[in-house]
């Protein structure tokens, strides 16, 4: 594993520099092209820091993991802190209030009944080296989904808020009228999982595949892994798309408008 590992990304000064070089590139095309979604937003500071950060992170993590494989209090202490992040980052990303840690309950109604019913039935032991990486992969499919569904769902609230009042003139309830618009803008957040799924192995061969394949594992081996990764990656982001949509849609993850500096949802 080591040597195939080696040859496909040798670590040494050489990639270091390169990584360097890629992060500076994207962070110039973000300024030159001003890919940004406002002027308070300063996307290319935002794409260092998330490259330094990574960098950082990856190095603890590595120093880390190896007492968390082999100790059961760290791998749980280890895997809460992987879901801790994700709501933080979640939350932030979509309400910028008190609500973001209302995104524990997609993300988790999400991941927590799969990697339960995972162990459960023993198809990934309890075990770190095993359950880090598919409660991982998990919960960062949650995490992105969440961000996508909270966001787009919320735009479009915002923009169609006449269309909201419309229908509640028309009878409609405050939450189905919400609901009405921001599901299908919401539902989008799955077209990434989706196209992935569709396209895996003719497009891109993803990391669990080519994990499995330098841990020494055969293709058929490897295909198997895999797939199992991306149907479960579906089963939990279209529950964590369709709790974001319900909050969305009781106003419990929301933005104060000027006029509702002071209130919550409800």
């Known amino acids: 594993m080591t040597t195939s590992a080696a040859s496909l990304v040798p670590v040494n000064p050489t990639l270091g520099v390169l990584l360097a070089v890629l992060l500076l590139v994207a962070a110039g095309v973000a300024a030159r092209f001003r890919l940004r979604p406002d002027s308070r937003t300063h996307r290319p500071r935002e ?4 490259g330094v950060r990574a960098a950082a992170q990856l190095a603890l993590v590595s120093l880390v993991i190896n007492w968390a494989v082999n100790n059961l209090l760290a791998l749980l202490g280890f ?3 992987m879901f801790a992040v994700a709501v933080r980052t979640a939350g932030r990303r979509i309400t910028e209030n008190h609500t973001w840690w209302l995104t524990a309950a997609p993300i988790g109604a999400g991941v927590v009944p799969v990697v339960a019913a995972l162990l459960l039935t023993g198809l990934v032991p309890l075990k770190g080296v095993a359950l880090i990486p598919v409660t991982g992969i998990l919960i960062g499919g949650a995490l992105t989904v969440t961000v996508l569904a909270g966001r787009r769902g919320l735009d479009e609230l915002s ?3 006449g269309e909201v009042e419309a229908a509640m003139a028309l009878g409609f309830l405050d939450r189905e009228a919400r609901l009405e618009i921001a599901r299908p803008a919401a539902s989008d957040a799955l077209l990434p999982g989706l196209d992935q799924t569709r ?3 003719l497009v891109t061969l993803p990391g669990a595949f080519v994990g499995m394949l330098l841990a020494g594992a055969s293709p058929l081996m490897a295909g198997a892994v895999q797939l199992f990764v991306l149907v479960a990656l579906m089963a939990v982001q279209s529950v964590a798309v369709a709790v974001t949509v319900e909050l969305l849609a009781r106003h419990r993850l929301y933005r104060p408008s000027p006029g509702d500096r002071g209130g919550g949802g409800g």
Do not use: D, M, N, S
């Open 47 to 50: 794409i260092v820091v998330a």
């Open 79 to 81: 895997l809460l802190v």
């Open 159 to 161: 923009q169609r808020h």
């Open 199 to 201: 396209t895996v192995g």
